[in-house]
């Protein structure tokens, strides 16, 4: 897959595609780089943890300070999930969807991994995407049934006005016995509302004119347009009905301990998950 250009926009999106009907696996073995990686290479870390939570949380609070070293450490740990749920994932096909600007597939191919950025959005794919980026909408993938090993999907669901559409997206193009990682925050966790978090609590509209207000500037989200009021109970039960695939896990992505738990909790759990993470496995044929 080459970078491509793209052709045709509608709304702020810009669709574009190369390939990819018939596309088949790389056959190449993957470049593994092992130089050190580009921040905190001293963490190891060990999901679930209090010392992992913590990282995780003073990386996030740095976010605007330090986006390179806040997004590579999250690469870093949801990328050591996959392997945790499935196994290393050199020499595999990841589809990484709704990636904004690469830190995910970044990591991907540092681990030895055949991995695609497929970003609908130019501006979050910034100036330096990965090489062969796609710009592509997760709905309409560029790709035949079942060619991805793992398809990934970080903080895309809430963003999205269809879920079950992009979700079943992301089955289509995974190969039966693949791994599907999908992780959101859902609407009434305490970061629902993204920058104007937790004041949604209060309503969207009041929360975002708080934010022009605190901050001079617009927020980048708006309920309704980029952001979306996903629920995990509703979710949950939307994957269970499919026939496609299992749940291998439902969890809280970031928390310390109870992560599994506090996603049986009905009511509790949108409060207390955070972001719910999603392991998928597609069913056979
Ligand atoms: C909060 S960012 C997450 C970026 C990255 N995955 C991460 O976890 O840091 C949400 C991303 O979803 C993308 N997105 C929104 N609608 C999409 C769609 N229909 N298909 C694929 N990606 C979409 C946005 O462009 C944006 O890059």
Redesign the pocket.
Known sequence: MGAVTPKRRFGRVVARVPVVRGWSRPAAEPHIDTAPRPYDTRVSFKDPSLRRSLSLFRAFMREQDDPEGC?SLLARDAVDQVEAYDRAVAGRVVVD????SGY?TEEFRRRGAFAYLF???LR?LGKKPPDGAVIA???LLPLADGVADVAFS???LE??ADPQT?LSELVRVTRPGGLIYVSFTNWLSPWGGHEWAPWHYFGAERARARYRRRTGKDAKHTLGENLFPVHIGTTLRQVRARDDVRIVSARSRYWPFLTEAVVKAPVLREFATWNLLLILRRCPE
Not at 97 to 100: D, E, I, L, S, T
């Open positions: 997004y969807v709704g990636g904004g995910f970003e609908p959005d979050e909408d997760g709905y970080s903080n895309v963003h999205v992009f």
